[in-house]
Every structure is written in structure tokens, then in C-alpha cells.
């Protein structure tokens, strides 16, 4: 499986971003696929996940703000950003997992929000 990120840039405070991740190769129907972040300094911490049976779970300092979705046929997920913080500034991943292949993960794209 291999993991093709893109849309981190460069946003002021409050503004949005929406990042995808392109997934391909041998996947199978049930997965998990999201997105981490790392911010200078920090350890990686989960920002949003979705499964292939559509739950979702959020890190409490994205929810109301954050939105992750998925779409089957392109497998692919999104993740939109909205009302960015400084603070969210970070390198952002994405990850794939299922049963034979529990730890993919994408390039990683900066996102970095100016105050």
C-alpha cells in the first residue's frame, strides 16, 4: 500500500486547508486511514481517523473544527481544516491500516498557519 499526500501550504490564523491522501496497491475493505501531526519538538498525535465502516474519532483540539471524510471509490480521505490556529502548525500524515498492513503511512505535508 502506498500513501500519496498533498495540500498543506501555508494559511493565516482562521483560515482553511484541505488535505488528501491518495491511497493504492493491495488494501483491503476494512481500514483504518487518518491523519497524525508532528510539530517541532512534539511527539506525533493523532488528529483524525475514519474507518472503512464510517466512524470517526477526533483529537479534542480539532473537533468542532476539523472534519475528516473519505471517498471509497478514489480511496481516498480528506481531512478540511477550518478556523486554523497557530498552534496547528505541524507536518501532517496520513496513515493507512488493516490487517496485513497495520502501519503505513504518507509523506507528511507542512502545514503552517501564520498569527
Known amino acids: 500500500v502506498q500513501l500519496q499526500a498533498s495540500g498543506g501550504g501555508l494559511v493565516q490564523a482562521g483560515g482553511s486547508l484541505r488535505l488528501s491522501c491518495a491511497a493504492s496497491?493491495?488494501?483491503?475493505?476494512?481500514?483504518?486511514m487518518g491523519w497524525y501531526r508532528q510539530a517541532p519538538g512534539k511527539q506525533r498525535e493523532l488528529v483524525a481517523g475514519?474507518?472503512?465502516?464510517?466512524?470517526?474519532n477526533y483529537a479534542d483540539s480539532v473537533k468542532g473544527r476539523f472534519t475528516i471524510s473519505g471517498d471509497n471509490a478514489k480511496n481516498t480521505v480528506y481531512l478540511q481544516m477550518n478556523s486554523l490556529k497557530p498552534e496547528d502548525t505541524a507536518v501532517y500524515y496520513c496513515?493507512?491500516?488493516?490487517?496485513?498492513?497495520?502501519?503505513?503511512w504518507g509523506q507528511g505535508t507542512l502545514v503552517t498557519v501564520s498569527s
Open positions: 496497491g493491495s488494501m483491503f475493505s476494512i481500514n483504518d
Open positions: 475514519t474507518t472503512s465502516g464510517g466512524r470517526t
Open positions: 496513515y493507512y491500516s488493516d490487517f496485513k498492513y497495520p502501519n503505513v
